[in-house]
């Protein structure tokens, strides 16, 4: 993937989900994103069966990118599987 390509790229934390919707906090700035029921759904599954609030977002199409843009093999690793631990609302490590 070229530099500017995965610049576009952030992790954002999910502030509020609601139908078909949610709210994406990346780097301070909150992005009301729209999704297909398919999408939803996805989201739903990982707030709720797997407690996990992060998700990958393209900054320019302002949209939750569900396809592993940044090879996060680290988060098959059990030594990291509760890194989501100690960070705020805001993403910001405590």
């Known amino acids: 993937m070229k530099e500017k390509e995965t610049a576009r790229y952030e992790f954002g934390v999910i502030k509020e989900y609601g139908d078909q919707e949610v709210i994406v906090l990346v780097n301070g700035m909150e992005y009301h994103v729209l999704l297909s029921e398919e999408e939803a759904d ?5 707030l709720l ?3 996990f609030e992060y998700v990958a977002f393209d900054t320019e199409a ?7 843009v940044f090879n996060m093999t680290e988060l098959d690793e059990e030594a990291l599987a509760d890194i989501h631990e100690g960070v705020n609302d805001d993403g910001v490590a405590e």
């Open 49 to 51: 069966e797997e407690n």
């Open 42 to 46: 996805t989201v739903e599954t990982l």
């Open 62 to 68: 302002e949209k939750v990118v569900f396809e592993d």
